[in-house]
């Protein structure tokens, strides 16, 4: 609904055990109201719902009388799995072993990894200058500290929807 209260989540069955009826305070829904056209909100947790780690794309919905109404909002969730086997099939011979690429969303959260070991544990990328840098429209690379090693990190922006997520590309540095 247009103030944020839940109308109907599918499958119903998920929506009968839901804690919370608003979503307003969620940046997608904000998003996607402000932006007044299709919004990709940033990794949250769905603890109500399924207990698993989720992003929305949410679109504005008008009314048909004057098609500047907005009568609500639709929204839809990203299926990270998908997004890990993708990345997870990449060659890892082409990667090397020491090689990672992971998907963050605007805030630094981990959403998608290529290590499979590594791809279900939370990780937030918000401190590396790479990360940083991307949010603010750059592309580049840079040598910084990750797990306390030396990792050559590669950052491009994406924008999508009126948001930045941000790919990083980390290798180990041959540097000491």
Not at 45 to 71: E, H, R
Not at 99 to 123: C, F, M
């Amino acid at each position: 609904m247009p103030n944020g209260n839940m109308y109907f989540l599918e499958p119903y069955f998920i929506q009968k055990t839901l804690s919370l009826n608003n979503y307003a305070f969620r940046d997608y829904f904000q998003g996607a109201i402000k932006a007044n056209d299709i919004y990709l909100g940033n990794v949250h947790n769905t603890a109500a719902a399924s207990g698993v780690k989720t992003a929305k794309i949410a679109v504005p919905v008008y009314s048909l009388k004057d098609n500047s109404t907005i009568v609500g909002v639709w929204a839809g969730s990203i299926d990270f799995n998908v997004l890990n086997k993708e990345l997870q099939s990449l060659n890892v011979k082409s990667l090397g072993d020491d090689t990672r690429v992971i998907y963050v969303d605007s805030k630094g959260q981990k959403i998608a990894d290529s290590d499979l070991k590594k791809s279900t544990i939370p990780e937030s990328f918000s401190d590396l200058k790479g990360f940083k840098a991307a949010i603010g429209g750059k592309t580049g690379s840079t040598i910084e500290k990750v797990d306390n090693q030396n990792m050559l990190v590669a950052y491009p922006p994406l924008n999508v929807f009126h948001n930045t997520w941000v790919v990083l590309l980390m290798q180990k540095s041959p540097l000491p």
